[in-house]
C-alpha cells in the first residue's frame, strides 16, 4: 500500500508543469509606478511562454479610451515576453489590460495601471 502511495506522489510530482498558467511576472513599466517619461512600449514577461497570436495587451487612458492599436508581439526571441507599441502617451493614468494563452493553452488575464508624470 505504502508503494501506491509513493508512486501516486510521484506521478503528481512528474505532471505538475502541465497545470502551470503564465501568470504575470514583471511589467515595463512597473505595475502601480510613475513613468518620468512616457513609454514607448508595454513589456509583459509571465512566467512562461505565450502564444502571441491568441493574447491581447490594450492600454486605456483615465477616460477609458483604447489608446493601443497594434497586436502584441515576441519581444527578442523570448515566448515568455510579449510587447505592445504605443502611441505619444500624456501625462496621467493608464490601465493595462492583459489576456494571455499559454503554450501549453491555459488561459490567464488580469490588469494594472501605472501613470506617466504631467
Avoid at 492583459?98 to 493553452?105: L, M, N, P
Wanted: net charge neutral; proline share 7%.
Amino acid at each position: 500500500m505504502r508503494r501506491v502511495y509513493l508512486l501516486a506522489a510521484a506521478a503528481l510530482c512528474i505532471t505538475s508543469p502541465a497545470f502551470a498558467h503564465a501568470m504575470l511576472e514583471r511589467a515595463s513599466p512597473p505595475v502601480g509606478s510613475e513613468a518620468a517619461s512616457p513609454p514607448h512600449e508595454i513589456v509583459l514577461t509571465f512566467t512562461e511562454g505565450v502564444e502571441p497570436l491568441f493574447s491581447s495587451i490594450e492600454v486605456r487612458n483615465a477616460e477609458g479610451t483604447v489608446v493601443t492599436t497594434g497586436k502584441p508581439h515576441v519581444v527578442a526571441g523570448s515566448a515568455r515576453r510579449l510587447a505592445i507599441d504605443l502611441p505619444a502617451l500624456k501625462g496621467g493614468k493608464y490601465t493595462v489590460i492583459w489576456h494571455v494563452t499559454s503554450e501549453d493553452t491555459h488561459k490567464t488575464e488580469g490588469s494594472f495601471q501605472f501613470s506617466v508624470a504631467r
